[in-house]
């Protein structure tokens, strides 16, 4: 099988540095995390934004960004985010209540939900997203993909693996889990700044999946059934499943792709590691974990605060913001000695990559199982496999939304 990606495209769509990124702050090349232990051992909790504490002065978009007129405030320890992700009553994940039946987007979907709405909204979902599902993903649409895509490559004896590879797997797992065909699968990426190409490419495979179900997630979202307050039984809208797909998008395909990049280039920077991990498979999940805690694409999320509290000894009036630095928190030499080392060997606690409390990731089975599946099929079928010593090194950049630079490899 051949992907037929174009990859000119994916480079264009998924240019860490270019316009799409830009507003999350892409242009940042610095290490921010000494500004965030320093911080961390000032105050549990500072007034201002991550940005602004970092040392960024232009405005950044991003989940509870920018927000002008209300009161920000900032989250750097482990027991501090960790506190207000597990008490949503204080601290709520969208500003207001949300009309599920509205709009279509990400502000209608199940993140920006509450209370008994988001637990029946993600109930229905959640058993195609459980450990046990991982095997149908990677049965589904995974292996083939990663498989398709080293093909492309393998025999050019070089490599971009960032984009051609890390990239191209989230979007060709969601998009397939759709059932949009490959040759479709960059124009619904690049629909997404306008939802309504998005809905003309699933319109149809809606349809067709009312009519008859396949194998696939849409067909459980065709068919998933909720009971409203009343006992009325429910199915989801046409529109309640398009703002779920495009959640699902949005949510999945840039962090994964981005934290497999980091990932490989942990691995691909510290060759003994890599060696250890292609000796002994058993440590690659190790080498997944601890990537999320040492550097977490996304190492900011906010939430909305709902009545004057005080926490952690600050005082945070309703209507204020609190963004919670998981990046630093998941540093925290509280709970991790070492915190700055990169170490498979640790015993492994669970961090915050992919949140907790009740909006916990839901995909996070589903990316685990990409950069499982993705690294270990690069392991078996590149044995020589090393970073390209005439390229320029990948480097980690971005401020919000991390990643690596380019990650050029040989294994010729
Ligand atoms: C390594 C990759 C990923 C990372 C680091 C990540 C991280 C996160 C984090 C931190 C949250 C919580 C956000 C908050 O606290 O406001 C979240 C939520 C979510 N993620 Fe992921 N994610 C990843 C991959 C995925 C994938 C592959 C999918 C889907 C296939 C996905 C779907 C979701 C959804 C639907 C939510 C919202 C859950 C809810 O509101 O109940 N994520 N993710």
């Known amino acids: 099988m051949t992907t037929t990606l174009d990859i000119a495209r994916v480079r264009e769509l998924f240019d ?16 921010p995390y000494p500004a965030w232990h320093r ?113 492309e490559f393998a025999g050019r004896g070089r490599a971009e693996l960032n984009v051609d590879f890390c990239a191209a797997i989230p979007v060709l797992t969601i998009t397939g889990s759709f059932g949009v065909p490959v040759a479709r699968a960059l124009d619904i990426r690049a629909a997404l700044r306008h939802t309504g190409a998005v809905v003309e490419i699933l319109a149809p495979i809606v349809a067709a999946r009312r009519a ?19 006992g009325v039984t429910h199915r989801l809208s046409d529109t309640e499943i398009y703002s779920f797909s495009i959640l699902l998008l949005t949510a999945g395909s840039g962090t994964t792709w981005k934290q497999m990049g980091i ?34 694409t996304d190492p900011m999320f906010s939430r909305f605060v709902i009545a004057d509290t005080e926490f952690h000894g600050t005082h945070l009036p309703a209507g204020s913001v609190l963004h919670l630095c998981i990046g630093a928190a998941n540093r925290d030499p509280d709970r991790w000695d070492h915190p700055d080392d990169y170490d498979i060997t640790r015993p492994l606690k669970p961090s915050l990559a992919f949140g907790s409390g009740p909006h916990t990731c839901l995909g996070m089975h ?11 099929a690069l392991l078996d079928r590149l044995p020589e496999l090393r970073l390209d010593p005439d390229a320029e090194a990948p480097r980690l950049i971005g401020m919000y939304e991390r990643g690596a630079t380019a990650i050029p490899v040989r294994f010729g």
């Open 263 to 296: 990932t490989l280039t942990t691995l691909l920077q510290r060759p003994e590691v890599l060696r250890a991990v292609r000796d002994d498979r058993r440590l690659l999940r190790p080498a997944v974990e601890e990537a999320l805690r040492w550097a977490p």
């Open 212 to 230: 008859q179900p396949a194998d696939d997630l849409i067909s459980v979202l065709v068919q998933a059934e909720y009971t409203d307050d009343d």
């Open 366 to 376: 589903v990316a685990r199982a990409e950069m499982l599946t993705g690294i270990g």
């Open 16 to 31: 860490l540095r270019g316009s799409f990124l830009v507003q999350t702050g892409g242009g940042y090349t610095g290490d």
């Open 39 to 151: 911080l961390r051992e000032q105050a549990p909790v500072h007034r201002g934004t991550v940005h602004e504490l970092t040392g960024i002065t232009e405005p950044l978009v991003f989940h509870g960004l920018p927000y002008p007129d209300r009161p920000h405030f900032s989250a750097f320890g482990y027991e501090v985010c960790s506190s207000a992700y597990r008490d949503p009553a204080t601290f709520a994940s969208a500003p207001g209540a949300v009309d599920a039946a509205g709009a279509i987007g990400t502000d209608s979907s199940m993140l920006a939900m509450g209370g008994a709405q988001h637990r029946r909204y993600r109930g229905l979902v959640q058993p195609s997203f459980v450990p046990a599902k991982a095997q149908w993903w990677i049965r589904n649409w995974i292996e083939e993909t990663v498989h398709a895509l080293i093909g």
